[in-house]
């Protein structure tokens, strides 16, 4: 696998080896052993979740208090634009994001540890998105920040408006928020 850090250290991009011929291809998309020694990652992964959006649905700025959670993100099919900032008040990274395309094609990967806001858009005409996380969801400690704040000024690859949910159009600013010390 190859392992590239982004702009936000903990926030990792993999790849995994892919072995591919007239076929078709093979891959490990996870294996803990392969994860911890080339990231140092050792996560116990608690749950899997599977979505599937329309072209221009925009999920996020999510992430839990109580019960934050690691999460190992894929698409599996169609293609995403994936985004991770650092919520963590005493980091010199606050308020800072890294975003990247995570396609059924490029079998890419991103690691996004505790401490972070999630959210992807979805880019082609529909996507199925894979989340491996390190604690069970519990709506009781889920938050989120408003995906177009412009305190963090996530460059969303959208023209026009997104579909939202009601709670992600309502979602408060970085600084009303809740977020980790």
């Known amino acids: 696998m190859i392992v590239t850090p982004t702009v936000l250290p903990e926030v990792l991009l993999i790849e995994p ?4 011929d007239a ?4 891959y490990e998309s996870y294996n803990r052993r392969a994860l911890r020694d080339a990231t140092g990652i050792d996560a116990d992964f608690v749950q899997d979740n599977h979505s599937r959006s329309a072209k221009n649905v925009l999920r996020g700025l999510h992430y839990q208090l109580a019960q934050a959670q690691g999460k190992l993100v894929r698409a599996v099919a169609g293609s995403v634009f994936d ?4 919520i963590r008040k005493q980091s010199p990274n606050f308020g800072r994001w890294v975003g990247a395309e995570l396609s059924a094609e490029n ?3 991103m690691w996004v540890p505790p401490g972070f806001a999630h959210g992807f858009l979805v880019l082609s005409d529909y996507a199925e998105f894979l989340y491996k996380t390190t604690d069970d969801y519990a709506p009781q400690h889920e938050r989120a920040i ?6 963090i000024g996530v ?3 959208l023209a026009g408006e997104p579909l939202l949910s009601a709670k992600d159009q309502t979602a408060p600013l970085l600084k009303d928020a809740e977020v980790f010390p």
């Open 17 to 20: 080896k892919i072995f591919g």
């Open 155 to 157: 460059q969303w690859p």
């Open 83 to 86: 985004v991770a900032v650092d």
């Open 23 to 26: 076929r078709g291809f093979f």
């Open 107 to 109: 079998k890419k990967m």
């Open 146 to 151: 408003l995906w177009n704040d412009p305190a």
